[in-house]
């Protein structure tokens, strides 16, 4: 199963969360917290469910593929949804995939998958409408959601 990587060139994450096991020594113990426990759950995604990684390090096509990984790992974090059931449905949707007809496939993109997954267990669980997740996905899209630019 190999990535399609035509476009744009990868841009690491500036954030990582393996880049460093060692939280700013003067980071609040919750973040220091929740840090920990977003590198454990990126180090247990193995096998199909395992991130694409360059020298180790978490890559990212483009910053949609990015902000759609810290939504999932943050709304794990708050407690909305068990990470287990995230990536149950991730793998799940990368192996639809997989059995799917090569010639009505679209082409391969982890994130792609990895964001269906996040939007499926987000309206599951009552988080967000179809509608309201078709909207804030046209902010993004805009820029009118930039939470970089404040």
């Known amino acids: 199963m190999g990535m399609d990587r035509q476009g744009e060139e990868a841009h690491q994450a500036p954030d ?63 407690g909305h949804y068990d990470w287990e059931e995230f990536r149950e449905r991730l793998i799940s949707e990368i192996g639809d995939w997989e059995r799917s007809d090569e010639d009505e496939r679209a082409v391969w993109n982890y994130y792609r998958h990895w964001l269906a997954s996040f939007e499926a267990l987000v309206k599951d669980r009552g988080l967000l409408s179809e ?14 959601r930039d939470d970089h630019h404040h």
Do not use: K, Y
């Open 16 to 78: 990582a969360v393996e880049r460093s096991s060692t939280p700013r020594r003067g980071a609040p113990l919750e973040l220091r917290r929740s840090r920990a426990r977003a590198e454990r759950m990126v180090a247990d995604m193995g096998g199909t469910a395992a991130l694409p990684r360059r020298n180790g390090e978490l890559v990212f096509e483009t910053p949609w593929e990015s902000q759609a990984f810290g939504m999932a790992i943050a709304a794990s974090n708050q």
């Open 131 to 144: 509608e309201e997740i078709d909207e804030r996905t046209s902010e993004f899209v805009s820029g009118a």
